[in-house]
T-cell receptor, first 115, second 110 residues
Framework: NAGVTQTPKFQVLKTGQSMTLQCAQD?????MSWYRQDPGMGLRLIHY???????DQGEVPNGYNVSRSTTEDFPLRLLSAAPSQTSVYFC??????????????FGPGTRLLVL | GQQVMQIPQYQHVQEGEDFTTYCNSS?????IQWYKQRPGGHPVFLIQ?????EVKKQKRLTFQFGEAKKNSSLHITATQTTDVGTYFC??????????FGKGTRLHILP
């Protein structure tokens, strides 16, 4: 199993550009989520999904969209990038539908710089 | 909103010394998980605690969940250079939301 994969590893954007961060898992996990990690801020939940076709907002959802058309994939879209979105983005997945008490497996991360 | 506070933010210890990081929640948690993130890496799950007063050990690491399920600690005995990294706690509240602490960055002095 590849586990949780993320692409790209690094990305530089100009303000106003759009892009999609890809996340895929091959463990048949129902629960997937996106976090951003900023220095001194820990991990903050952006959006999460408890299964295909179901998504919900986390702590910091503004400026990001998600969709979950398949169990395996959970892309994160930035419609109009802003410098405040410069961060490291982690995708995570876990087995249970609700993620309650389940181990979260993290992807390697995407480092995004918005100029 | 609910917060999970983690202290200290940074800790420098001599190799061989012990290390402890503490996690405190403003509300009761359903469970708490601990993760380790190496520099430049991604968080890796270490353990989960569910029961009040629970204590679990993994070799030199000891994890504890408070009686009121509002606090937790991670203690490392006789630190080694491989222990370098940031340790995060993540609490599950009664709304099934996972909230991460800001982490404790451990640096080992040789």
């Amino acid at each position: 199993n590849a586990g949780v994969t993320q692409t790209p590893k690094f990305q530089v954007l100009k303000t106003g550009q759009s892009m999609t961060l890809q996340c895929a898992q091959d463990m048949n996990h129902e629960y997937m989520s996106w976090y951003r990690q900023d220095p001194g801020m820990g991990l903050r939940l952006i959006h999460y999904s408890v299964g295909a076709g179901i998504t919900d907002q986390g702590e910091v959802p503004n400026g990001y969209n998600v969709s979950r058309s398949t169990t395996e994939d959970f892309p994160l879209r930035l419609l109009s990038a802003a410098p405040s979105q410069t961060s490291v983005y982690f995708c995570a997945s876990s087995y249970s539908e609700t993620g309650v008490g389940e181990t979260q497996y993290f992807g390697p991360g995407t480092r995004l710089l918005v100029l | 909103g609910q917060q999970v506070m983690q202290i200290p933010q940074y800790q420098h210890v001599q190799e061989g010394e012990d290390f402890t990081t503490y996690c405190n929640s403003s509300t009761t948690l359903s469970n708490i998980q601990w993760y380790k993130q190496r520099p430049g890496g991604h968080p890796v799950f270490l353990i989960q605690l569910v029961k009040s007063g629970e204590v679990k050990k993994q070799k030199r690491l000891t994890f504890q969940f408070g009686e009121a399920k509002k606090n937790s600690s991670l203690h490392i005995t006789a630190t080694q250079t491989t222990d370098v990294g940031t340790y995060f706690c993540a609490g599950m509240n009664r709304d099934d939301k996972i909230i991460f602490g800001k982490g404790t960055r451990l640096h080992i002095l040789p």
